[in-house]
């Protein structure tokens, strides 16, 4: 069995670049979640000259539409949305100073180059676990955009977070690299 790498955030650059497609990693810590509505948002925002409500130098977001608390917990099931819905706004978050973004399926070339350009890794949460991953959340609180709901700005503190790392920092992607064997010529 492959090692777990162990993360704690902030995810500096220098930490971003040791991770390598196909690691395995427990993340504790503060990370941020925005979905396509947030994303929008802060794009419009830079775009107008604007800051944006959090700094996201060496930081992570993860892109998540939790579903409402019960009573006692800080979040609902917390699964992860699919990545490719943000790829229009990504590469100007990635200049932003973002080490690291979790969600599920592919990115588009144009992401794979800023991340490349700017050392930031792109993670997989386990779709289909959302309740699981619930319970590595300890605190969810909104920071911005409360009227987009559950795509609102928020931060999470989590604990023993797991992902994988599907496209490290020079573009290796677990997608393909996992595929190579089973395809046939």
Excluded: W
């Excluded at 925005?34 to 930081?59: I, Y």
């Excluded at 779709?127 to 300890?138: P, Q, S």
């Excluded at 989590?158 to 064997?181: H, L, R, S, T, W």
């Amino acid at each position: 069995m492959a090692e777990v790498k162990r993360i704690t955030t902030p995810l500096t650059k220098e930490m971003a670049r040791s991770l390598k497609a196909g690691d395995s990693v427990l993340i504790t810590g503060t990370i941020f979640s925005a979905r396509d509505a947030a994303h929008k948002v802060m794009t419009e925002a830079l775009d107008r000259g604007e800051k944006l409500p959090v700094d996201f130098t060496n930081q992570i977001v993860y892109y998540l539409g939790p579903t409402p608390a019960k009573p006692g917990d800080p979040i609902g099931s917390a699964g992860p949305t699919t990545a490719g819905r943000m790829d229009k706004y990504t590469p100007q978050m990635i200049e932003q100073g973002l080490s690291g973004m979790i969600g599920k399926g592919y990115r588009s070339p144009e992401v794979v180059e800023a991340m490349k350009k700017n050392s930031t890794v792109f993670m997989v949460a386990i779709g289909g676990a959302a309740a699981l991953i619930a319970k590595t959340i300890k605190a969810y609180e909104v920071l911005a955009y409360p009227e987009l709901g559950a795509e609102a700005l928020a931060k999470l503190t989590v604990e023993d977070f797991p992902a994988i790392v599907a496209i490290d920092c020079n573009g290796n992607n677990y997608y393909e690299e996992g595929q190579k064997p089973y395809r046939k010529i």
